[in-house]
């Protein structure tokens, strides 16, 4: 398991910012552009703790396509949603096209409610749009000593196994558990070999190749470590067929169960004046139904360190388990600041200008 980033070419630059100074900034940005503050904090809330984790592919960056579709009325950036139906421990939301962040905080909360209450909850939400990283919502659930499932569509970029046309998203799956601070354990995964922003943030560092392993076809099929070529191209399924398998799933638990647009229904958005009608499934467990908290928690961190006590190879120093190096990261980066490469700090930064919004410096 690995966390390295391919070199980046020596005219690649990053630019260091506090975790509150780039939230702050970024915050004042959509505000200026006149979302509810609220809104604004739980959007900001997300990518800045994506980035912190060193998930770059889903921090800040994604501010920009945000941006613009607001401006280019994509977004209805003062919409929370509301809820269409319910049952037992099922629920139907519809996002009205509001932020994806935003429709996931209102569900997060009624999926915590519902399984307090049930047990177990299962809230799909519909009409909604990208929502980030999807263990920030993972593990606002463990964080209420839930087990967190949650999972989204997305628009089609990835063909099916032995296929160059594509018809399903990316389409991640995230889960975690409830454990302790020496085993905790938390899964966050897009249903390709890697997370299609990867490929942007390789631009973004000015590096001109990805390796291999990250399975990307260039725009006529074939196999490719252009970055260029790659981000005309498209990412392959995790483990062939497997891959495409759990895509489909996410697809049917999350648009087809919605009632909403799936695989060639969504819209692939360059200009971001379109509807997308993306759908998210959270599920939560009380794992407290089936036998005391403190036991299932020591059950996870027995499990962990009987996983990350097997001999490493002789590659590496240990043996990992999902969600270890993300912790260490966001340690390291809440000590030293976020890197933010400089491309995408200059298209921060022509947006600020325009709206007359202040920059922080680095450091």
């Known amino acids: 398991m690995s966390n390295e980033e391919p070199a980046a070419n020596v005219d690649a630059v990053n630019l260091c910012f506090t975790p509150k100074s780039l939230h702050d900034f970024c915050h004042d940005l959509l505000v200026a552009l006149g979302c509810p503050p609220a809104h604004a904090d739980i959007v900001v809330e997300s990518l800045v703790a994506a980035n912190l984790r060193a998930v770059d592919s889903h921090g800040v960056q994604m501010l920009i396509p945000y941006i613009q ?18 049952s037992g421990g099922c629920l139907l939301y519809d996002g009205q096209n509001g932020f994806g962040q935003v429709i996931a905080d209102r569900c997060i909360k009624l999926t915590k409610n519902i399984a307090d209450e049930s047990g177990i909850s299962i809230v799909v939400a519909n009409r909604s749009n990208h929502f980030g990283a999807a263990a920030y919502w993972v593990e606002q659930l463990v964080q209420s000593n839930l087990i967190g499932i949650v999972m989204s569509n997305a628009s089609p970029a990835v063909a ?22 020496s085993g905790r354990w938390l899964l966050d995964m897009a249903t390709t070999t890697v997370a299609l922003g990867k490929v942007s943030h390789a631009a973004n560092l000015n590096q001109d190749s990805i390796p291999p392993e990250w399975g990307f076809l260039d725009s006529a099929g074939l196999a490719t470590t252009s970055t260029r070529a790659a981000l005309l191209g498209s990412p392959t399924p995790i483990g062939g067929y497997k891959g495409t398998g759990l895509a489909m799933m996410v697809e049917m638990l999350c648009a087809v169960l919605s009632g909403d647009n799936m695989s060639l229904e969504v819209p ?9 009608g993306v759908s998210h499934t959270f599920i939560a467990i009380d794992p407290g139904r089936f036998m005391p908290l403190k036991l299932f928690r020591e059950r996870v961190s027995q499990l962990v360190e009987m996983v990350k006590s097997a001999d490493p190879t002789n590659e590496i120093d240990e043996v990992l388990v999902a969600g270890d190096i993300e912790w260490r990261n966001e340690v390291t980066r809440n000590k030293s600041g976020i890197p933010i490469p400089e491309r995408v700090w200059h298209e921060l930064s022509v947006i600020a200008e325009d709206l007359g919004v202040n920059r922080p410096e680095p450091g």
């Open 160 to 181: 099916p196994w032995q296929s160059n046309s594509p018809r399903l998203g990316t389409n991640p799956i995230s889960v975690g558990v409830p454990g302790t601070d």
């Open 69 to 86: 579709r607001i401006k280019a009325k994509g977004t209805d950036i003062q919409s929370e949603g509301r809820v269409v139906s319910g």
């Open 268 to 276: 692939v958005d360059p200009i971001g004046d379109t509807t997308l």
